[in-house]
């Protein structure tokens, strides 16, 4: 399933109005924000290592879906990205199924 993602959080967070930290922390869009951060910098990592960047988006028919699913020498990785302090069992839902 395809998804859009700006590389540029700096110029996503103007185009949005988020101007300081604490403006980002408040915002209904902290989490996507942060989850396109991840997903950039890991393009980056695998682009200047000379990688395919195999990051791909995940959803099934039912509506499950995956952050991330990452293509690595050992096998698919399943990531999901949270904006948080703290982690509970709920995050890892995705993972398992």
């Known amino acids: 399933m395809p998804k859009l993602y700006f590389y540029d959080t700096g110029l996503l967070c103007y185009l949005l109005g988020v101007k300081t930290t604490e403006t980002l922390a408040a915002h209904a869009t902290r989490g996507p924000i942060f989850e396109t951060l991840v997903l950039s910098e890991l393009w ?18 039912a509506g499950l879906e995956l952050d991330i699913l ?28």
């Open 44 to 61: 980056k990592t695998a682009a200047h290592q000379g990688k395919e960047p195999n990051l791909f988006f995940w959803r099934d028919r």
């Open 70 to 97: 990452m293509e690595t020498a050992m096998g698919l990785l399943p990531v999901e990205i949270k904006f948080g302090r703290t982690v509970s069992d709920d995050v890892f839902k995705k993972i398992r199924a």
